[in-house]
């Protein structure tokens, strides 16, 4: 049978975390880097989507052809770390400092990967800056980086806590894309299962820390108005934040909790 039950997955979610955990550096780095380029040629593929259709729903419809490459594949994306790794430290069977040498290594990786490819990107779109025309995807990129950072600044704290709550709603969906590939053994379900909540995240909007370790980089070489303190603080740091509650809490933590510890005492009671 296809389908893998929610106890299995549980299950299986503390398999990943210990697998996650064991991985060396190196592993990490190239697994991160590769996890950052793929989702930042999603996102400019969706915009290249809306930017043909007119359709923003367009958008979220190809954008998950990144993230299930990455599931199918077993590449590292620190969003989804969040809900798997900190479950191996809850139920100690990691260390803290192995929790966070592995989340601080997948997040470079994941950067690195991100700002590669708005390198390349750019280099290719802009002609290595001596083309002064941008096309639909680079507007759309510089719109989205200022909408990003400057628009949430200029709100104040009001602006910065709706970027917090939109990084919790996205991860819950991003996560439950990483633990509903668990349920199937195929790789064409699995495609579909991981997709689904990709996009609803994408279509509703919300802020994906990796996302935006490409779009407002890029924006920025493309000529956004955005510094790096507007990156970092007005934007990275604070959907950081609110990705690892999202993630570890809404998905990692309730559906472990619910399945894996349920299996434990039916288990022990059994004895």
């Known amino acids: 049978m296809d389908y893998v039950s929610p106890k299995e997955v549980a299950s299986a979610m503390m398999g990943a975390a210990l697998n996650k955990a064991s991985l060396s550096v190196k592993d990490l780095l190239i697994r991160g880097s590769m996890s950052g380029a793929l ?26 052809v990144g993230f299930v490459i990455i599931v199918i594949l077993g590449l590292e994306l620190v969003t989804g770390s969040f809900s798997l790794v900190p479950l191996a430290f809850l139920e100690k069977k990691i260390s803290a400092g192995t929790m966070l040498k592995n989340l601080f290594w997948v997040f470079t990786g994941n950067l690195i990967g991100s700002l590669l490819f708005a390198f390349l990107y750019w280099a290719a779109a802009s002609e290595f800056g001596s083309s002064g025309t941008l096309g639909a995807i680079e507007k759309t990129i510089v ?27 996205c991860n819950w969906m991003v996560c439950m894309g ?13 495609i579909l299962a991981a997709g689904i909540p990709i996009f609803i995240f994408f279509a509703l909007g919300y802020e994906h820390a ?21 990156w970092w603080l007005d934007n990275q740091l604070i959907v950081t934040l609110g ?14 909790y619910t399945y894996g510890k349920s299996e434990d005492v039916t288990a022990s009671a059994a004895q």
């Open 39 to 64: 989702l930042a040629i999603s996102v400019t593929l969706a915009f290249l989507a809306v930017a043909q259709t007119n359709i923003s729903m367009a958008g979220a419809v190809v954008f998950p």
């Open 143 to 169: 719109a989205v980086a200022e909408k990003k950072t400057i628009a949430y600044a200029s709100h104040g704290g009001a602006g910065l806590l709706t970027a917090f709550v939109k990084a919790i709603l």
């Open 178 to 190: 990483v633990v509903m590939a668990m349920t199937s053994k195929s790789t064409l379900g699995k």
């Open 210 to 230: 990796v996302v935006n370790m490409f779009v407002i980089p890029a924006g920025m070489m493309f000529g956004a108005h955005v510094t790096i303190a507007d």
């Open 243 to 256: 990705n690892i509650i999202g993630g570890l809490l809404f998905t990692g933590m309730a559906i472990y």
